[in-house]
Each structure stands twice: as structure tokens, then as C-alpha cells.
């Protein structure tokens, strides 16, 4: 019999991480096409889309590649739930990079050198490269101790990313540097040239100004940080009793886990990769308070029902924030200007 290909495209008109989500995600999916989804986010798994009208298998995605998550435990690298992504990641023999968020992004949690050894160890028993984004390790704050990746043995193969723009506060004047472990200079030599052209040359002189005129500076803004961490204890005690947080040890970065005042909106999830989406907890805040917050379920697993907070403000605006969120919470009126 003769056969037909027959080729469809369309535009939707959403952003490229909501068509992602919703590609290999039920929940996304379902809530994208108003119809019932389910979608194992594995190259090959079977999925249904449409109530059932569409089924068939998932090919890997255009670009090759894919996310496979390893979320935190209680704050902190589980080796068991990274040794499973490990072994989802390199099923099918291809090159695996695991990105380090170190110190974390959002939780402000320092990794430890015995965890960071662990992952070296565990990254080197299967052949995955670990590239670790240590852009906040300027800002580890007082009682917590920061581990450089590249220094824990068996390191040697991995990269570290680091950039003035976060401990002085420079990220509209774009540079970081990429360090190559002893064994992967040859790797870092094989970048294409266009990847050093990002950085802008008043970027690189503000970069290079923070990091050799700027140690005094950063001390009293670290400071300044501790004391905000613990006014912001005080103040979620006070206005936000039920709400979870764990001190962060780094960053200037409180995740909340707001799940106990049920703000969350099951019609609008909120979307992996985008922290300005406003569903949820992060939506009520806005909407109600007027505070902006970034999304919690933009960080990925285990997102939901939280919401990140930027503390690195003055200690009055900061209470006037928690004073209004916990207005919001109580269902009184935020008195929000
Ligand atoms: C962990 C981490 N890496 C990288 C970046 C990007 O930094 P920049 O804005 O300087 O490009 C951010 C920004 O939030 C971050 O938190």
C-alpha cells in the first residue's frame, strides 16, 4: 500500500519553558490542553494526551537534551535520589552534565566537603561531568563554611562557574569565569570561541574592581545579611507562624514553604522555570500584599506551596513585607499602598 507522510505545524503561543513543561510533564499538560495528560519525562516512556485520543512514545527532544532532577532532602544533597538520576541520565550512553548549585539557589544551603566529596565520587563511578555554579559562594554567611567543588578529591574532571555579580550586586554588567579542573582543561579549550564574547568590557572592569577593591565592602554587607536572616526569623515568628523556612546559610534568599496557609491555585500551578509566574502563594502575595515574591514551582520539584524571598533590603522594608505578607495570610486586610 502506498503511504503518505503527512507533516503539521503550528505556533503556540506561549514561552518556550511552558511548552516544555507542558511536553514532559502531566500536570503542565493537562492543565495547557484542559484535558487529562500522563507523561513519564523519559525518552521512550509511553504518554496520553487528550483524554486518551493521543498516545505514542516520547522521542528525545530536538535539542538532545533533557532535564533529569535530583531534588534537595530536607535542604540537603541526598546521594540516593542523585545516584538515581545518575543512572536515569546516562541510560542511554549519551554525555551527562550535572549542574551544582553551590552554595543552593534557593535554599541557601552550603554544601558540605564530605557531601561534595560524595558527588564527586558518585559523578566519577558513572562518567558524569559536574559543572558547578558557585555564583553565590561570596555570600556565605556567618556559621557556615564554603567548600570550593574543585577542591574535594576527584574533582579534577569537573568545572566551577563564578561571578562578582552576585556578592556585589552587578548582574546588569555581565562576566563570570569558567574554571576547568586539571583534567578538563582540554574540554574547556574545546568551548567555542563566541562563549567569551558574552561578558562586556565595563562588566569585566566592574568585575575585577568588586573582586580586588571590594573584600571590606562585602564583609559588611555580609553582615548586614546575618542580621537580616535573623530579623527575618523574628519577623515570620511573629506574622507567618505557619509558614516553614530554613535559616539559609548562604545567599540572600529565604525559601518559605507557605503550603500550610493553602494559597495555592490547583487551576494555575505556576511554571517550572519562570520565577515572575503568578499562580499560587507567590499570585495571593502579589495580588493581596502587593510584596514580590519569586515562584516557588519555578525551581522545579518540590517548589510547590513555596515562595523565594530576597532579603537583601533595608530592615524596614523588609518588616513592612512580612508585616503585610501576614496580613494577607490571616485574611485581614494588607493595608497595601
Ligand atoms: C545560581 C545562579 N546561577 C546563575 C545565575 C545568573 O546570574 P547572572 O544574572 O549574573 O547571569 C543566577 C541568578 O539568579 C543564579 O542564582
Redesign the pocket.
Known amino acids: 500500500m502506498k503511504r503518505e507522510a503527512l507533516r503539521v505545524t503550528s505556533t503556540i503561543p506561549v514561552a518556550p519553558t511552558t511548552l516544555y513543561f507542558a511536553w514532559i510533564d502531566s500536570d503542565h499538560h493537562s492543565s495547557m490542553t484542559s484535558a487529562t495528560a500522563k507523561i513519564e519525562p523519559t525518552v521512550g516512556a509511553k504518554y496520553s494526551a487528550l483524554n486518551g485520543y493521543v498516545t505514542g512514545k516520547l522521542v528525545i527532544l530536538d535539542l538532545g537534551r533533557r532535564i533529569v532532577e535530583a531534588p534537595l532532602v530536607d535542604g540537603r544533597i541526598d546521594l540516593g535520589m542523585l545516584g538515581a538520576a545518575f543512572e536515569q541520565a546516562t541510560a542511554g550512553g549519551r554525555p551527562v552534565a550535572y549542574l551544582l548549585?553551590s552554595p543552593h539557589?534557593p535554599t541557601g544551603t552550603v554544601h558540605t566537603r564530605d557531601e561534595l566529596t560524595a558527588v564527586a565520587t558518585l559523578a566519577d563511578e558513572v562518567g558524569v561531568t559536574v559543572i558547578a555554579?558557585e555564583?553565590?559562594a561570596p555570600l556565605v554567611l556567618e556559621g557556615a563554611t564554603f567548600t570550593p567543588y574543585l577542591s574535594v578529591a576527584g574533582a579534577e574532571n569537573a568545572f566551577s562557574l563564578m561571578?562578582a555579580?552576585?556578592g556585589w550586586n552587578l548582574?546588569g554588567m555581565?562576566a563570570?569565569v569558567v574554571i576547568a579542573g586539571r583534567a578538563a582543561a582540554a574540554d574547556l579549550a574545546r568551548l567555542p570561541e563566541e562563549v567569551s564574547h558574552g561578558p562586556s568590557h565595563l562588566g569585566v572592569l566592574s568585575h575585577t574592581a568588586a573582586l580586588r577593591e571590594g573584600r571590606e565592602w562585602l564583609d559588611d554587607l555580609l553582615i548586614g545579611l546575618a542580621a537580616n536572616r535573623t530579623l527575618l526569623g523574628r519577623l515570620l515568628g511573629e506574622h507567618l507562624p505557619r509558614v516553614g523556612w530554613m535559616p539559609p546559610e548562604a545567599t540572600y534568599l529565604a525559601w518559605l514553604d507557605c503550603s500550610a496557609l493553602a494559597l495555592d491555585d490547583p487551576a494555575d500551578p505556576g511554571i517550572r522555570g519562570l520565577v515572575t509566574s503568578t499562580g499560587g502563594a507567590v499570585g495571593a502575595f502579589l495580588e493581596r500584599s502587593r510584596v514580590a515574591l519569586s515562584a516557588g514551582p519555578a525551581f522545579g520539584t518540590g517548589g510547590e506551596g513555596h515562595v523565594r524571598l530576597n532579603f537583601a533590603t533595608s530592615s524596614e522594608i523588609l518588616t513592612e513585607a512580612v508585616t503585610r505578607m501576614g496580613r494577607v495570610s490571616s485574611g485581614e486586610p494588607s493595608g497595601a499602598r
Open positions: 548549585c539557589n555554579d555564583i553565590h561571578s555579580s552576585k548582574a555581565k563570570a
